[in-house]
């Protein structure tokens, strides 16, 4: 499978299945938009008119090579592995604990309902705790390195048992030959200098929450009176991103209707300081009113190409950040492994509530025909936990035919049965988003590859 497009001056040929990419001119371009369907004779009798035909016998040479060598017109060698995914064994190996359903802030797109997640406002306890971490080391197998991201709601509300988690974990480590990389998601209300020492002791990495420019955020994300955030948080989150050397965090954001000039607020994220971000767009019920819509769609993509244009400045004048969705790994090609598994919600990543129930991730947490089980008793509901085994590119039908499947991985099973009520589909709004995201990611790489 081939992907064909032009962007920003370049002419860039993705070969889906190997992940090789080629810049090529506009004589190269042509010949493989015609190259599958034409015979040699035909494809220099409609293109002899444009270029000088040794030239146009040249470059149909260079692209035999090219296939020849597994970087043209490759096939799936892995659909004809496809195993039965619903006997596949896992381990889990990452956790989402939610360790405060309550928060701060009442911001107006959240998922959790200010925290609460369709049911009642609750910290977790210790003992909830220590048993999602045993459950964690148990169900792991022979994998070492082990994720727990402490979520809410707002989790430094529950901040003591953040910290003896840490502390239990660390002494399991020892004892089970296990390492524990622990992250925090936070909106920074409660950040002060106890907490960032500890953070920057004991957390891998750091989720800092923030949606942009000053008018954005505050109207999005308030604190329950209506006041905004913006100017008690952000140089809470500039000091912490400091005192980690600009790594090992992301400044994150969520863009909705109101900020469909999104690519402003990445570029105030760098123009405050910051080099780590991203920002996502917002999944919201279409009567909302700061819910994407199809009609959003090209100037969304619009955005995306202008800030890639912006990132390209940035860089080659020395003082470039990191944009999540523009950071792909072009040199080992798509991963094995993602082709076959997805994101792993509900196999080897699971969200865990205050009272211990288990969720295929935070975004299904109190809907409850996905209940899993519990740390106490682990996953008893293996009926569903055998569905989220088949979220992979394989078995979805929008995925077959999509150039972008090897990075997404088939996309969020969560958005899927929002919009469609199966896990199995995919959110069409979000996949117009991450082709164009890809698209702009290898065109960056094109670009800043010509500096070298």
Known sequence: MIHQYKNNGYNIVLDVNSGSVHVVDELVYDIIEMYKNNTKEQ??????????????????????????????????????????FKKRDTVVKAMCLHIAHDCNLACKYCFAEEG????????????????????????SGNRRNLEVDFFGGEPLMNWDVVKELVKYGREKEKEYNKNFRFTLTTNGVLLDDEVMEFVNKEMSNVVMSLDGRKEINDKMRPFRNGKGSYDLIVPKFKKLADSRNQTNYYI????????????????????LGFTQMSIEPVVADPEEEYALREEDIPKILEEYDKLAKEYIKRKKEG???????????????????????????????????????????HQFVGQEEFLLGNVFDGITNTEVRDEFKLCNVYEKDKCKECFARFYCSGGCAANSYKFHGNITDAYDIGCEMERKRVECAIMIKAALANEM
């Open 319 to 361: 003082r470039g950040f990191n944009f999540f969705h523009f950071m792909i790994d072009l040199q080992q090609g798509p991963c094995v492994y993602k082709r076959m598994s997805g994101c792993g919600s509900g196999t080897e990543y699971l969200a865990v509530t205050p009272w211990g129930d288990l969720y295929p991730c």
């Open 43 to 84: 494809i220099l009798d409609k293109l002899e008119h444009k270029y000088p035909a040794q030239e146009i016998e040249e470059a149909i040479l260079e692209i035999e090579q090219l296939k020849e060598n597994g970087q043209l017109f490759t096939e799936d060698t892995y659909k004809d592995m496809v195993i039965d």
């Open 116 to 139: 609460e997640y369709h049911g009642r406002r609750a910290l977790m306890s210790l003992e909830v705790g220590k048993k999602a971490l045993d459950y964690l080391i148990e169900n």
């Open 252 to 271: 994150r954001g969520t863009f909705t209707r109101n900020n469909l000039d999104f690519s402003k607020d990445v570029i105030e994220y760098a123009d």
